[in-house]
């Protein structure tokens, strides 16, 4: 069983030849067959192609492109977004706001009512559906809802127009509306929700412009740098048209441009959050006094650097324990190790319990996973309760959590889990793989042996299924099985 729980600190394992760490998908479009065309959207994606480019993303362009070609590119970029650390859409074009519900709207609209705008449309949910899997951040940036396209108002859904049953017009929503990502992922509109954003007089809308000017900034946060993206529209627009932001980043500092230390896992947060700038520190500062909870916990990672002057555990678990009041998930979590360890705070378990507790009920899958182990070893004063310790395994499987899926296989693999067997297994490997879990690609590839044939036949179906591997199914791993392996992970060949 000390397979199913080891975890792994510090794995150095090679990556020659990685995929892509950051993709994008740039949309624009401007020649729209039926309704009025937008002068500067195509520029507009041109040029944020070219800056991601430059930052060292891969970029996918689209221009002017109908509903199926988007369809089919958002399909071939979520895949291609499972391996990558960051995934980012960017959008130029109409948008408009159907029932709460917003719409970005195809080159081959042809729309008569609000069913149409439904039918023949791009859903800001299906944006979002095909970044979610990306391995640590995601993106979507909008630089839409420029003017309603269809006039004041359309048909209702369901109903028909140009004859006498017309019934009374049901008007578009102004603007988009605000939207409610999943946390790790941030939507950035061009104007805040309700309101719309300006084309601008030149080449570039005020937004594009803005965004173009910060986002090759190296050693500038991910969300100070959309601070001075509002800050600029707002400038150039004499406060007419405000960008704003949506969503909850994960307490993971992330640099668009770079410029910030590579990070082991045995460093976690701790050192990346130490190097922000001293200009970009006091800007954090003062948004923890405002009591933003993200700021709370990247000073609080900044105290825990034991190899930083700021080293200081008990001013650490007063930020943590402010973000964790303020609802912060991740925050709650962090403050359990420090009442769990008395790193900071006196240990205290029953603490440290509750604050496990209150970050799973938020779906947090470290916490999730942890209470696991404390059920199956009968830690923190809880009884010894394999069966509860499966299902909260099973549960941070299911969000994803990379050391629970590559568990629960185990366990599966092990005749543990009534009702499962190497089908699932192997399914929970392959997501084990495709989210960047090192210690599977690692046992996978050297120690196969370790699974039973069923499973491994089950997995080269896996790898089959998704085009990685096109060998025989016989549960020997060799080099075609490994090849596949490692692509599934996101490494070539």
């Known amino acids: ?50 800056t991601l480019e430059r930052i060292g993303f891969e970029v996918s362009q689209l221009t002017d492109p109908d509903r199926a070609t ?13 391996t990558a650390d960051l995934a980012l859409i960017y959008f130029a074009g109409h948008g408009v706001e159907v029932q709460g519900e917003n719409f970005l709207i195809a080159a081959d609209a042809r729309v008569a009512s609000n069913q149409d705008i439904q039918n023949q449309s791009v859903s800001l949910k299906d944006f979002l559906n095909t970044v979610d899997r990306a391995r640590k951040m995601r993106i979507v940036i909008l630089d839409s809802c420029r003017d309603n396209p269809f006039g004041d108002s359309l048909a209702p859904a369901g109903t028909t127009t140009g004859g006498q049953n017309d019934t009374v017009a049901r008007g578009i929503g102004q603007g988009l509306a605000e939207p409610s990502p999943e ?57 007419m048209q405000e960008p704003h932001t949506y969503g909850s980043l994960s ?25 922000l700038r001293p200009d970009d520190e006091a800007q954090f500062r003062q948004l923890a006094a405002e009591g933003d909870t993200r700021s709370l916990l990247g000073l609080a990672f900044m105290h825990l650097n034991p190899n930083a002057d700021r080293f200081d555990p008990v001013e650490a678990a007063r930020l943590l324990a402010q973000a964790a009041d303020a609802g912060s998930a991740e925050a709650q979590y962090e403050l359990a190790i420090q009442y769990e360890t008395g790193r900071g705070v006196p240990q205290d378990q029953t603490r440290a319990l509750d604050l496990y507790r209150q970050s799973a009920g938020q779906d947090f899958p470290d916490a999730i996973n942890d209470l696991g182990f404390f059920y199956y070893h009968g830690m923190l004063g809880l009884p010894r309760d394999p069966k509860r310790a499966l299902e909260h395994f099973e549960r941070a499987a299911d969000l994803r959590h990379p050391q629970a899926m590559y568990n629960f296989a185990a366990l599966i693999d092990d005749g543990l889990i009534e009702g499962k ?14 989210v960047g879990n090192a210690e599977v690609l690692k046992v996978l590839t050297e120690h196969p042996d370790s699974l039973k044939p069923e499973t491994r036949r089950e997995l080269q179906a896996e790898l089959r299924r998704f085009d990685l591997y096109q060998g025989t199914i016989d549960g020997q791993f060799g080099p075609g099985t490994k090849r596949g392996l490692r692509r599934a992970y996101g490494l070539e060949g």
Request: proline content about 5%; charged content about 25%.
């Open 1 to 50: 069983m000390l397979r199913l729980f080891f975890v792994v600190l510090a794995l150095l394992l090679a990556r020659p030849a990685l995929s892509a760490e950051r993709v994008a998908l740039v949309i624009g479009i401007s020649a729209y067959e039926a309704i009025p065309p937008l002068k500067n959207t195509v520029n507009d994606a041109r040029a944020i192609a070219r």
């Open 70 to 82: 988007i369809q089919k590119e958002l399909d071939r970029f979520s895949f291609r977004a499972e």
């Open 183 to 239: 946390r790790g992922t941030l939507v950035a509109f061009a104007a805040k929700d309700g309101k719309v954003a300006l084309d601008g007089a030149g080449e570039n809308s005020p937004f594009a412009l803005a965004l173009m000017d910060k986002i090759d900034k190296p050693g500038l946060e991910i969300s100070l740098m959309f601070r001075q993206v509002r800050d600029e529209v707002l400038r150039l627009t004499n406060n």
């Open 251 to 275: 307490g993971i500092p992330f640099f668009l441009a770079g410029g910030a230390p590579e990070t082991s896992a045995t460093d976690r947060e701790q050192l990346a959050w130490s190097a």
């Open 421 to 434: 067997g190497p089908r699932e297994a192997a399914q929970y490997l392959y997501q084990a793989l495709r």
